[in-house]
Nanobody, 116 residues
Framework: VQLQASGGGLVQAGGSLRLSCSAS????????LGWYRQAPGKQRELVAM???????NYRDSVKGRFSISRDNAKNMVYLQMNSLKPEDTGVYYC???????????WGRGTQVTVSS
């Protein structure tokens, strides 16, 4: 499985960005797709994940501002980020977990920088 994230950039506080992640290779139907981020000097943290259209989780700090969605037909996952804050700055990574085996795949990150 190969994951490719895109859509990062530099934005002012209050602005919006939409991240996209494409998955290719042996994509299993039962998988969990998620977005993580890592700020300089900090550990990687879960931002949002989606298992199905009804099982979605967000970290508290992004609730109401970020929205994760997936398009199974296109093997894509998106992260719409609104009302961005400087503390949202970091490298954002796309992640896929095969539910049955627990195998985890990571893509290269995309940098998001929010200026104050």
């Amino acid at each position: 499985v190969q994951l490719q994230a895109s859509g990062g950039g530099l934005v002012q506080a209050g602005g919006s960005l939409r991240l996209s992640c494409s998955a290719s290779g042996s994509i299993f139907n039962r998988n969990r797709l998620g977005w993580y981020r890592q700020a300089p000097g900090k550990q990687r943290e879960l931002v949002a994940m989606v298992f199905s259209d009804t099982i979605i989780n967000y970290r508290d700090s992004v609730k109401g501002r970020f929205s994760i969605s997936r398009d199974n037909a296109k093997n894509m996952v998106y992260l719409q980020m609104n009302s961005l804050k400087p503390e949202d700055t970091g490298v954002y990574y796309c992640n896929l977990v095969v539910v049955d085996s627990g195998t985890s795949y990571w893509g290269r990150g995309t940098q998001v920088t929010v200026s104050s």
